[in-house]
């Protein structure tokens, strides 16, 4: 069956397609309902079923693929790399799942995990997962503010850190940060387990309650901690959205549909089959990491590269260096990770031999028409942009090699996967978008497996923020979309990221997009700014390539001339500048928000996921010394 038929068949009847794939993974005790939705908006999926993640990522592989590596940890940072069979890894897992009974966590206790993108992160999330306690992974290099809040809302009964991380060859000391953030939690928790990397000489050590890892490694290697049966529904991890938007929210996620969702993905949307080799270089603290650095490839039998380090170190091939070296048949990555490589010489993406290499799939944020054609005519491989978000767990918009690649239309994500029934619906009144016509990008529930069940401790949170925006009962991606003729939808922006000029509703994406147009620009970011006149105007913050000598005020006409002959005159940008760097969250994420605020001279908000805070210096000295081309007088 093709893409569509097996579509089809998702949505319109979901318990015999989703029991039918329910067998993609062991059960202990098969589930007795495959779908409840007696109490909307909240579904379950698999009910009565028993079963355990690490058990199905892990366990089940030993016979057929014990000695089949699992897991490659390469750190262009420590110069190392680690190759762990399924075989290691279970032993691994094993270990720590008992150092972390011995430090009194149990089945529905949870633990918070700050560690940087190496093995020890994946062997603590599988740990977990075995002994049917919930993880919560904060993405290292958070701020101590930051993970206080994660850690005041999660209760854990174990923190997992590490002395330090790395970035450009930086140390980038973490332990000091859990002190912190410890010293502000309400409730701390009694011990914290330290992956000590020996990169951090002066780190401290709080007696009695700070545990060495290595140590506990020792005493426990060569445990069997038999795995915890879990019921389908019950809470396997919490994973805070990045907070773009406002206050991060804690998704959770359930185990037997997150387990049968991800392991359908991974050969229908990845094309994936056991054996094959994947690349993601995302962080195991996203969503992404979470579900393609680790579950889904050990899900599906697979190989995972794990990657600490930047994509330009030690030099901007060391990504395609890794798909030659390991056979790399699908790659993933985002659309900034692709900018920063953008920035370097094009040369790098024919250096090495990527033969293997299949598909770049690309997720995160809206893939602008320039760097999809840069990437795939520089590779001559096929990109494929996928939309999802932290709620979805694994890709809802995407095209599907391992069914039918239907053709790539650049700047759409393609079709709803399997169970999504998406509508594209006008904003005020609820009704149906024709096709070409924007509006919000919503989902009818159920939900399908492998999305949240709930945010953690706040059940009316999640029916308010998802479900509570139309009439009827419908999950809102908060996301504008439009849908072609040919059932191809394309994301616009979030539905808070829209400039009203003069009674016209623009997207910041599709100014982005024509400014992203110009071969100097690097990358753009595009906030509404006050006007008297007209309400708002559009702002332009752009960062330029490497190597451009032009001079800033001549691009910025450029950039303006441009967005007025793509968009029309009413597009035009009140004004533009030219910056260093733009403000991102630690995912990658443009804060527009911040811009926005900056411009204004209003407070700025919660800058806790901001990555780099000189980047907003950067802005600030930018607007204080006014805009390389229009006008910027603030209200
Ligand atoms: P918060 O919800 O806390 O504000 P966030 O929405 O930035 O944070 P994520 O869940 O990491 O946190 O991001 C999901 C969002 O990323 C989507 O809602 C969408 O706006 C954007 N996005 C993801 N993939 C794509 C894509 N392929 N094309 C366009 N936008 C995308
Ligand atoms: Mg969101």
């Keep these: 069956m093709g893409y569509e038929d097996t579509w089809r068949r998702s949505v319109d009847e979901p318990e015999a397609f989703w029991g039918e794939q329910a067998k993609l993974i062991d059960w202990q005790v098969p589930p007795r309902h495959i ?46 790399t680690r190759e762990i069979s399924y075989r290691e890894l279970h032993h691994e ?73 790395m970035r450009g060859g930086k140390v980038i000391p973490y332990k000091p940060l859990v002190d912190a953030a410890l010293k502000e939690a309400k409730a ?16 401290a050590v709080v007696e009695g309650r700070d545990v060495d890892y290595a140590v506990q490694r020792e005493a426990h290697l060569g ?103 390991y056979g790399v048949r699908t790659m993933f990555s985002s659309p900034t ?28 944020e ?41 053709p790539v239309k650049p700047g759409s994500p393609g079709f709803p996967t399997f169970g999504y ?14 096709p070409g016509e924007k509006g919000v990008l919503v989902i009818e529930p159920p939900l399908p497996p492998g999305c949240l069940t709930t945010i953690w401790r706040d059940d009316a949170r999640y029916a308010r923020s998802y479900f509570g ?45 024509s400014v992203a147009t110009l071969g100097a620009v690097a990358e753009v970011a595009v906030v509404g700014i006050a006007d008297e006149l007209k309400g708002q105007l559009p702002a332009v913050f752009a960062t330029l390539k490497q190597g451009v000598t032009d001079h800033p005020a001549d691009v910025a006409r450029a950039m303006e001339r441009r967005v007025v002959e793509l968009l029309g005159a009413l597009a035009r940008p009140g004004c533009v500048f030219v910056v260093g760097a733009l403000p991102k969250t630690r995912s990658g994420k443009l804060l527009r928000r911040s811009l926005q605020a900056l411009l204004q001279g209003t407070d700025p908000g919660d800058l806790s996921t901001l990555d780099d805070p000189s980047s907003l210096e950067e802005v600030r000295k930018a607007i204080a010394r006014g805009p390389d081309c229009g006008k910027h007088t603030p209200l």
């Design 188 to 203: 701390p928790p009694p011990h914290v387990l330290v992956v000590n990397r020996g990169l951090d000489p002066t780190m």
């Design 223 to 325: 445990a069997t901690v038999p795995v915890a049966w879990l019921e389908s529904n019950e809470p396997s991890y919490l994973l805070y959205t990045s907070g773009t938007t406002g206050k991060p929210k804690g998704v959770q996620r359930d185990v037997g549909g997150y387990a049968v969702a991800l392991a359908l993905s991974m050969t229908t949307i990845f094309d994936l089959q056991p054996g094959q080799v994947i690349l993601c270089t995302s962080d195991v603290g996203w969503a992404v990491g979470h579900s393609y650095n680790v579950y889904g490839p050990l899900l599906g039998g697979c190989t995972a590269i794990l990657y600490e380090g930047m994509p330009t170190n030690p030099d901007p091939g060391i990504w395609w260096k890794l798909c030659e070296q």
């Design 337 to 364: 990770g692709i900018r920063i490589l953008k920035k370097q010489d094009e040369a790098w993406l024919k250096k090495y031999d990527l033969s293997a290499l299949r598909w770049i799939f690309l997720a995160g």
């Design 93 to 165: 897992v094993n270990a720590f799942a008992a150092v972390m009974q011995a430090l009194g966590v149990g089945k529905g206790d949870r633990v918070v995990i700050y560690l940087p993108n190496i093995a020890e992160a994946v062997f603590a999330m599988l740990a977990c997962a075995r002994i049917g306690a919930i993880h919560s992974v904060v993405f290292g290099g958070f701020a101590a503010h930051n993970l206080a809040l994660r850690i005041d809302d999660a209760e854990p009964t174990l923190l997992i850190c590490a002395d330090a991380g």
């Design 469 to 513: 925006h139309f009439k009827e009962l419908l999950y809102s991606s908060l996301d504008w979309a439009v849908r072609d003729a040919d059932g191809y939808t394309f994301i616009l922006g979030r539905t808070d990221d829209v400039i009203n000029v003069a009674g016209h509703r623009l997207g910041t994406r599709e100014i982005e997009e």
């Design 421 to 434: 029934r998406m509508r594209v619906i006008d904003d005020a009144t609820g009704e149906d978008k024709a």
């Design 366 to 406: 809206p893939l602008d028409q320039p760097t999809y054609e840069w990437l795939s005519g520089g590779t001559g491989k096929t990109v494929i942009d996928n939309y999802w978000q932290t709620e979805t767990g694994w890709p809802a918009l995407s095209l599907m090699p391992g069914l039918d690649m239907r």
């Design 35 to 80: 779908l409840d939705q007696s109490n909307p908006p909240f579904r379950r999926w698999f009910v009565g079923g028993t079963t355990n993640l690490c058990h199905n990522a892990v366990d089940r592989h030993l016979e057929a693929r014990g000695d089949q590596l699992a897991i490659v940890a390469v750190s262009t940072e420590t110069g190392t």
